[in-house]
């Protein structure tokens, strides 16, 4: 691990402003996969800013029915919640369906949504990968791409995003609240919040240098019947091969996001209409202009069959 500086910043603007100020700055507050990624010497920050004592790990109920979440709340307080188990109950189990219940303890909502991707290849130093060294090349492309993306990916790029709860979040529509180093706010919605590769990998989201995530906003609740199913080689501690996000209203139409598949957390809006003729007519649209490897094809059907038992699911009530 490369030598760095650390401070304790006492509040939000104050954090946001010595990140801008010193070069090559990183927020840390769990840490879950920050320093993970120090040790391998893939991030190498020279300076540590702690956010653990904002004062951002509350859930607020706020007048219009939304529900504000303080990035520093934990993954098992949110998961554990009252409000969030009956409301946004899409979100409480793809919560608890990721990582373990030591690391869920640990872990924060504004991290959850930073965390890097599992690619082996973004792991392993001695591999090009243009996330790691922008221009070098990507060691996916013609490697072993089994976990890889089908939808969404670049000619610089094939890896997908971990996240179980940016994928919830997807298909409630969370905004994501931030404060800029001047201390201006601002409001993203989570569709706008993750980018695809492109040409620039390395840029995975809309945060300006400085920029501090201070909470999520679940809008109000929309009822329905939500599920979250995850495929995964394990049945506990591993990543999505590919998962499902899903609020199925009892007229048949309802949202759907998928994870395990992309760059990002996948939506396509205009294919939810068609979610009362079936997984298939869904998947076929959700997965359009996609592009798989020899190691990865299985994932197309994968997500048609995971749909599928995420619709039976939602007959059942």
Same mark, same amino acid.
């Given at each position: 691990?490369?030598?760095?500086?650390?401070?304790?910043?006492?509040?939000?603007?104050?954090?946001?402003?010595?990140?801008?100020?010193?070069? &090559?700055?990183?927020?840390?507050?769990?840490?879950?996969?920050?320093?993970?990624?120090?040790? @391998?010497?893939?991030?190498?920050?020279?300076?540590?800013?702690?956010?653990?004592?904002?004062?951002?790990?509350?859930?607020?109920?706020?007048?219009?029915?939304?529900?504000?979440?303080?990035?520093?709340?934990?993954?098992?307080?949110?998961?554990?919640?009252?409000?969030? =188990?009956?409301?946004?109950?899409?979100?409480?189990?793809?919560?608890?369906?990721?990582?373990?219940?030591?690391? =869920?303890?640990?872990?924060?909502?504004?991290?959850?949504?930073?965390? =890097?991707?599992?690619?082996?290849?973004?792991?392993?130093?001695?591999?090009?990968?243009?996330?790691?060294?922008?221009?070098? #090349?990507?060691?996916?492309?013609? #490697?072993?791409? =089994?976990?890889?993306?089908?939808?969404?990916?670049?000619?610089?790029?094939?890896?997908?995003?971990?996240?179980?709860?940016?994928?919830?979040?997807?298909?409630?529509?969370?905004?994501?609240?931030?404060?800029?180093?001047?201390?201006?706010?601002?409001?993203?919605?989570?569709?706008?919040?993750?980018?695809?590769?492109? &040409?620039?990998?390395?840029?995975?989201?809309?945060?300006?240098?400085?920029?501090?995530?201070?909470?999520?906003?679940?809008?109000?609740?929309?009822?329905?019947?939500?599920?979250?199913?995850?495929?995964?080689?394990?049945?506990?501690?591993?990543?999505?091969?590919?998962?499902?996000?899903?609020?199925?209203?009892?007229?048949? #139409?309802?949202?759907?996001?998928? #994870?395990?598949?992309?760059?990002?957390?996948?939506?396509?809006?205009?294919?939810?209409?068609?979610?009362?003729?079936?997984?298939?007519?869904?998947?076929?649209?959700?997965?359009?202009?996609?592009?798989?490897?020899?190691? &990865?094809?299985?994932?197309?059907?994968?997500?048609?069959?995971?749909?599928?038992?995420? @619709?039976?699911?939602?007959?059942?009530?």
């Amino acid at each position: 691990m490369k030598a760095f500086t650390y401070q304790r910043a006492s509040t939000p603007a104050e954090a946001a402003a010595a990140a801008l100020r010193t070069p &090559n700055s990183r927020f840390i507050a769990g840490g879950t996969n920050l320093l993970d990624l120090m040790k @391998l010497e893939i991030e190498t920050p020279t300076h540590l800013i702690d956010v653990n004592g904002l004062a951002l790990n509350k859930i607020e109920a706020l007048a219009d029915g939304s529900l504000r979440i303080g990035a520093l709340v934990r993954n098992t307080d949110l998961a554990s919640d009252l409000r969030v =188990r009956r409301d946004y109950a899409v979100l409480s189990r793809a919560l608890l369906s990721g990582a373990s219940g030591q690391l =869920r303890n640990k872990a924060t909502t504004s991290g959850n949504l930073l965390q =890097r991707t599992r690619c082996a290849y973004f792991y392993d130093t001695n591999q090009p990968c243009n996330k790691r060294v922008p221009g070098s #090349g990507c060691s996916a492309i013609g #490697g072993i791409s =089994r976990t890889h993306a089908i939808v969404g990916s670049s000619k610089s790029c094939i890896a997908t995003h971990p996240s179980d709860m940016a994928i919830a979040m997807r298909v409630l529509d969370a905004e994501i609240e931030t404060i800029r180093p001047d201390g201006s706010v601002r409001t993203i919605p989570i569709a706008d919040f993750h980018k695809l590769p492109g &040409n620039t990998p390395h840029i995975e989201n809309a945060l300006m240098p400085g920029e501090l995530i201070t909470s999520v906003k679940l809008p109000k609740p929309v009822g329905g019947r939500q599920v979250y199913r995850k495929v995964r080689d394990r049945s506990s501690y591993a990543f999505a091969l590919v998962s499902v996000a899903a609020i199925i209203q009892p007229d048949g #139409g309802g949202r759907v996001a998928l #994870g395990g598949v992309a760059h990002k957390p996948w939506r396509v809006e205009v294919a939810e209409a068609s979610l009362p003729r079936g997984a298939k007519v869904v998947a076929d649209q959700m997965l359009a202009g996609g592009k798989t490897t020899a190691h &990865n094809a299985f994932k197309t059907i994968l997500v048609q069959r995971t749909l599928a038992a995420v @619709l039976a699911d939602a007959k059942k009530g």
